[in-house]
């Protein structure tokens, strides 16, 4: 199993571009989740997902937004890029109240 | 408010040492308090978790110990090694949250000085 794959691992945007982090699973997981880690401090939930077709939001989702048609995969998309979304994006997945697996994270700039 | 609060930011010690980080709670709803480690261009790693039926846990050289009537809990890293060096997260979630949310601390850098 790969367990959690995010794609890309890098990327540098304009202000006011958009784009999509991809995230895939292949460990059947029920529950996917997007975090962001701003340099020296923890993770901040993004938006979540219960299963195929739900949606939530976290607790910073303002300029994001997600979809779930699989279970397998949860993209995050980015509308007009602002410096303050500068950070490194987390996808993590989880089948339980137990452990959250994580990705490898996606380092975005916007400049 | 559902925080977590992590200290300290940074710990430095020599190797064999013993660095205890903290972290406090305010919403006792929480019900499973995980610790997670992170390497440096890596995603966050579970490295040991408890719940509030247990004062004390310990795997390896890692030890949780938890404190309910202080809603506080903290790590201790036995015997610690150069490649322990890492930053490391508490976090917390409640059986009440659907979404099996984790409500993250901000985080303490550990350096294990040779």
């Known amino acids: 199993n790969a367990g959690v794959t995010q794609t890309p691992k890098f990327r540098i945007l304009k202000i006011g571009q958009s784009m999509t982090l991809q995230c895939t699973q292949d460990?059947?997981?029920?529950?996917m989740y997007w975090y962001r880690q701003d340099p020296g401090m923890g993770l901040k939930l993004i938006y979540y997902?219960?299963?195929?077709?739900?949606?939530d939001k976290g607790e910073v989702p303002n300029g994001y937004n997600v979809s779930r048609s699989t279970t397998e995969d949860f993209p995050l998309r980015l509308e007009l890029a602002a410096p303050s979304q500068t950070s490194v994006y987390f996808c993590?997945?989880?089948?339980?109240?137990?452990?959250?697996?994580f990705g490898p994270g996606t380092r975005l700039t916007v400049t | 408010q559902q925080q977590v609060k992590q200290s300290p930011q940074s710990l430095i010690v020599q190797k064999g040492g013993i660095p205890i980080i903290n972290c406090a709670y305010e919403n006792t709803a929480f019900d499973y308090f995980p610790w997670y480690q992170q390497f440096p261009g890596k995603g966050p790693a579970l490295l040991i978790a408890i719940r509030p039926d247990v004062s004390e846990k310990k795997e390896g050289r890692f030890t949780i110990s938890f404190n309910k009537s202080a809603k506080q809990f903290s790590l201790h890293i036995m015997d610690s090694q150069p490649g322990d060096s890492a930053t490391y997260f508490c976090?917390?979630?409640?059986?009440?949250?659907?979404?099996?949310?984790?409500?993250f601390g901000g985080g303490t850098r550990l350096m294990v000085k040779p």
């Open positions: 997902s219960v299963g195929a077709g739900i949606t």
């Open positions: 976090a917390a979630s409640s059986f009440r949250n659907a979404g099996n949310m984790l409500t």
């Open positions: 460990m059947n997981h029920n529950y």
């Open positions: 993590a997945s989880s089948n339980n109240r137990a452990e959250q697996y």
